[in-house]
């Protein structure tokens, strides 16, 4: 069974930086593309950014292209998001998930889902 | 970048069909037959329910399917279930910056 674990989400000032770890268990993690997906607390779904299973290939949103870092250690079955210079817009619950395959282009879904973390920018 | 439209509310009563609507673009739902749909229920993650447009994952029921015409895409839900209630996001592959954009989200209502 697919299980996907969030952790390092908390509170952080606008500025500030966070580093989110996704543990990934039940397949082989490098075999797989994954991804961060945010979500305001009742509000939609926003894709963040993706990696391929080799880490060789990344992808972001505009929204936080040039302040947000995707990478992955194949060998802890680990994905991690460094989130840097944080606004208070980027207030969510992020979520890890899995592609279907291990690249990225040309894929959009996402078929396991892990329970999120919740990252809450403010002063 | 623009989410797709879906209505905010649909309802039904235990039964009947609904259809949730998704309408984007010729950049996204109208480029490719890449378009998916999500379920969440209150304090629970996203479960894949259609990709492809049309394509089940192995263990979501028959009665959900999807379709697709020009730049619109539809989920529809047959013998709605109390289990139904819940929110629903379409995905789409997109040829922008950015490759994935979703829908706004659609909250069912099983009267």
């Known amino acids: 069974e697919v299980q996907l674990l969030e952790s390092g989400g908390g509170l952080v000032q606008p500025g500030g930086s966070l580093r989110l770890s996704c543990a990934a268990s039940?397949?082989?993690?490098?075999?797989?593309?994954m991804t961060w997906v945010r979500q305001v607390p009742g509000k939609g779904l926003e894709w963040v950014s993706g990696?391929?299973?080799?880490?060789?290939?990344?992808y972001y949103a505009d929204s936080v292209k040039g302040r947000f870092t995707i990478s992955r250690d194949n060998s802890k079955n680990t994905l991690y998001l460094q989130m840097n210079s944080l606004r208070a817009e980027d207030t969510a619950l992020y979520y890890c998930?899995?592609?279907?395959?291990?690249?990225?282009?040309?894929?959009?879904?996402?078929?396991?889902w892990g329970q999120g973390t919740l990252v809450t920018v403010s002063s | 970048q623009s989410a797709l439209a879906q209505p905010a509310s649909v309802s039904g009563s235990p039964g009947q069909s609904i259809t949730i609507s998704c309408t984007g673009t010729?950049?996204?739902?109208?480029?490719?037959?890449?378009v998916s749909w999500y379920q969440q229920h209150p304090g629970k993650a996203p479960k894949l329910m259609i990709f492809?447009?049309?394509k089940r994952p192995s263990g979501v029921s028959s009665r959900f399917s999807g379709s697709k015409s020009g730049n619109t895409a539809s989920l529809t839900i047959s013998g709605l279930q109390a289990d139904d209630e819940a929110d629903y996001y379409c995905?789409?592959?997109?040829?922008?910056?950015?490759?994935?954009?979703f829908g706004g989200g659609t909250k069912l209502t099983v009267l």
């Open positions: 990696i391929g299973g080799s880490g060789g290939s990344t």
């Open positions: 995905n789409s592959y997109t040829v922008n910056s950015t490759p994935v954009v």
């Open positions: 492809d447009v049309n």
């Open positions: 039940g397949f082989t993690f490098s075999t797989y593309a």
């Open positions: 010729s950049s996204d739902v109208g480029a490719y037959n890449f």
């Open positions: 998930a899995k592609y279907p395959t291990v690249v990225i282009r040309g894929q959009y879904y996402f078929d396991s």
